[in-house]
């Protein structure tokens, strides 16, 4: 069965791509009213990667540590947690504070954004935008692969 914090980190985390893509959209061609969404989305990206990472903590430090890393490490994909989840943990510490950046840019440039001004200043936020959609994107097959990891191991197991 899996754990219901699973699905909540999951999920926000998936929520929070789901904002930068539209962060994304908005910024092809910001107006006004574009650039009051594209705010709003980039600052529920910035909750839901928060969210997410206290969730998956919490997750990690109650169950993950000492009932699920001990089956990984048993079973015939050791390298699932031995590499896959050292290097999600530690890439996943620049998703929240890249989402804080982007937000921070729409805020502090919105103004020069309206009628596109100054294209530096959007390319940037697309730029940002896109990199994280990576990362994310990059945390969510890292999941998988650490999850096949265990169901491998309980299959060996049993």
């Known amino acids: 069965m899996v754990n219901p914090l699973i699905v909540v ?10 904002c930068f893509v539209w962060v994304f959209v908005e910024m092809l061609n ?5 650039l009051k969404r594209a705010k709003i989305a980039s600052f529920f990206g910035v909750v839901f990667f928060f969210v997410s990472w206290i969730v998956g903590g919490y997750y990690y430090s109650t169950d993950y540590g000492s009932l699920v890393k001990p089956v990984i490490k048993a079973g015939p994909q050791p390298w699932a947690h031995s590499i896959i989840t050292e290097v999600k943990e530690h890439v996943f510490l620049f998703l ?9 840019l729409i805020i502090r440039f919105s103004s020069h954004l309206k009628g596109d001004k100054d294209a530096r200043v959007r390319k940037a936020i697309l730029y940002l935008s896109v ?9 969510g097959a890292m999941g998988y692969l650490i999850s096949s990891g ?3 191991a309980l299959e060996a197991l049993s």
């Open 96 to 104: 929240p504070f890249l989402a804080i950046l982007n937000y921070t």
């Open 9 to 18: 980190h999951a999920f926000l985390g998936e929520l929070g791509l789901v």
């Open 131 to 139: 990199l994280i959609l990576f990362i994310g994107a990059l945390m």
């Open 30 to 34: 910001p107006t006004p009213s574009r």
């Open 150 to 152: 265990y169901r491998s």
